[in-house]
Structures are given as C-alpha cells and as structure tokens.
C-alpha cells in the first residue's frame, strides 16, 4: 500500500489514526514545503517507521547513522566497539535492543534515546504546508531502532496536547453546537488530561460542547480541542443534541391538528373526567374539614 497527500487534505493527526487503526507497517515520509517568504528556505524530509500500527524509529536522514551519532555523540558508545558488535550481531534485531543485551547500554538510555526520537515527531505537527507519503512495504531499519514502540495514536495524543498552533486543525474539530458520545461504555485504557476526562463524563450525547466548557469553566477552544483527540483515539464521536421527553412543552402542542373524530371525542371527555375529578377533591376536602 502507497498513499500519499498534502497537509492541506489529510492532517498528521488523521494520517496517525488511519496507521494505528490499520495497523500499518512501513515508512511514512514527511516533506516540509519551502517558505516563500524567505528566500534560504528550503524543503526538508523526515521518515518515520511503524510496525504493527506503532512508531519504532525516526530520523531525518536515510543512511542509517542517526541514532550511532547520538550515542557516541552523548559518550555512551565507543565507535569502534559498535562497529565490531555490529558485525558479529545478527541482523534481526534493532540495535538499541542489541546494545542492551550487550550490556553496552542502561534500559534509561534506551529511553532517552527513543524519547529524542518522539520529540522529533511531535515537532512535525506544528507543520502547516507539507506532503507526505506511507509506504507499507519499506523495510524497516533496525540501526535507527531502539526496540522500543509506542502506538501512533499515543503519539499523537502526545503531540496535540503540546501543540500550540490549531490552525491547520480547525476544519476537523468538532461544532461547539454538537454533543459528545462515547463509543465504549468501558473505562478508558489510554491514559488522559484532566480536560480529557471531564469531557469523557459528559460523552452522553445530550449535553453541547459549549455547555461542557460553561460547566467545567475552560475555553470552548479547550473543550473542542480535547474532544477532537477523544475522538482520534476511538473513544468518543461528535453528535447532535439528543433532547429528552421532558425538554418537550406541553402547552406548545397544538392539539387541534387531531383530526380523527373519534380521538376529538376521546380528549373531550377526558376533559370532563379531570373537571369532575377536581370538583369532587373540593367538595371532599370541605367536607372532611367540616367534621373536624
């Protein structure tokens, strides 16, 4: 499978939902386009491996020495015993794993070198013109691998929770008019902001966007916001209002559109009933207050 697009048509946000949800192995190229305003501007390329649905790898080169430059850059790894321990290794393993089981590197280190790795994705949806492209049958590289995996939509849950600008998203969030509904009845298994759960409590689809944010006190924008991640992450979907019987007047009705003679009849009496009725609940209260 190869698909490709601008950031104009499909968001990151959407693109990352599609991998986890598929569960999609391969590369996913990124493609930043020039500013035109400035004149050094240039394109710049960035890939990103997933397997099974989750990031394994990242790197803004293809040459396979990104993640070497920064463990020997940082001191952890004397280059020349990496090169003799890649050698002897067999080649199915990512080398981040390798070097552990080598003892060459902590399970911290691994850590921080595949945070370094997410920081740098996280950065790329602060893109507001780019293209990309998804090939699944590239291979994946295991010397820009950890061994370490994180689902794509965790990625970018991550990654919109820290973002500053919206803009490339307003198209996709949810109407301020609209309700929430959660799609489980299930506890959420992805961890969420404070934001995230309030809105997750009132996913019963009668109560608005803009009541949610009147009612726990946070901007609209905040509110749609978190409710657009919701969604990315499969737990909830944007509804309209659902009104209950209650929410319906009475007196509003107009009941002259009966046009069944015999139903005309039928809410006559009834209409005599109830006079009698309260007719009767008078006279017995006086006359139960007069043998008091």
Same mark, same amino acid.
């Given at each position: ?17 599609? $991998? ?5 192995? *391969? ?9 035109? #305003?400035?004149?050094?501007?240039? %394109? ?12 394994? *790898?990242?790197? +803004? ?27 002897? !290794? ?5 080398? *981040? ?7 060459? &590197? ?24 780019? =293209? ?16 370490? %995996?994180?689902?794509?939509?965790? =990625?970018?849950?991550?990654? &919109?929770? !820290? ?21 489980? +009845? ?11 759960? #309030? ?12 009541? $949610? ?6 901007? =609209?924008?905040?509110?749609? #916001? ?7 992450? *499969? ?32 809410? %006559?009496?009834?209409?005599?009933? &109830? ?18």
């Amino acid at each position: 499978m190869s698909l490709s697009s601008s950031f104009t048509d499909f968001s990151l946000a959407e693109l990352f939902q599609l $991998i986890d949800q598929g569960r999609k192995s *391969g590369c996913l190229t990124v493609c930043t386009l020039p500013d035109l #305003q400035s004149p050094m501007s240039k %394109s710049q390329y960035f890939y990103i491996w997933f397997r099974q649905g989750k990031v394994v *790898g990242a790197a +803004h080169h293809l040459h396979g020495q990104e993640l070497i430059s920064k463990m020997v850059k940082r001191g952890w790894v004397n280059l020349k015993v990496l090169e003799k321990v890649c050698n002897e !290794a067999p080649t199915a393993s990512p080398l *981040g794993l390798l070097l552990k089981t080598k003892s060459l &590197l902590t399970a911290e280190q691994l850590n921080l070198l595949f945070a370094n790795q997410l920081q740098q994705v996280r950065d790329l949806f602060e893109i507001q013109q780019g =293209v990309f492209k998804l090939d699944s049958k590239a291979a994946l590289p295991l010397e820009e691998m950890t061994g370490l %995996s994180l689902r794509a939509t965790e =990625v970018t849950l991550m990654a &919109l929770r !820290a973002l500053k600008n919206w803009k490339a998203l307003v198209d996709v969030l949810p109407s301020p008019s609209s309700a929430v509904k959660s799609i489980s +009845h299930a506890k959420p298994q992805i961890r969420l902001h404070a934001c995230e759960w #309030q809105v997750w409590e009132f996913a019963n689809g009668s109560v608005s966007l803009d009541a $949610i944010a009147t009612l726990i006190d946070r901007p =609209v924008a905040l509110v749609q #916001q978190a409710t657009f991640r919701l969604m990315l992450a *499969g737990l909830v979907e944007e509804a309209p209002i659902a009104k209950s019987t209650s929410d319906l007047n009475v007196d509003s009705l107009n009941l002259d559109v009966i046009s069944d003679p015999e139903l005309k009849y039928q809410k %006559s009496k009834e209409s005599e009933v &109830l006079k009698i009725s309260t007719s009767f609940l008078q006279n017995l209260v006086g006359f139960l207050k007069s043998k008091a």
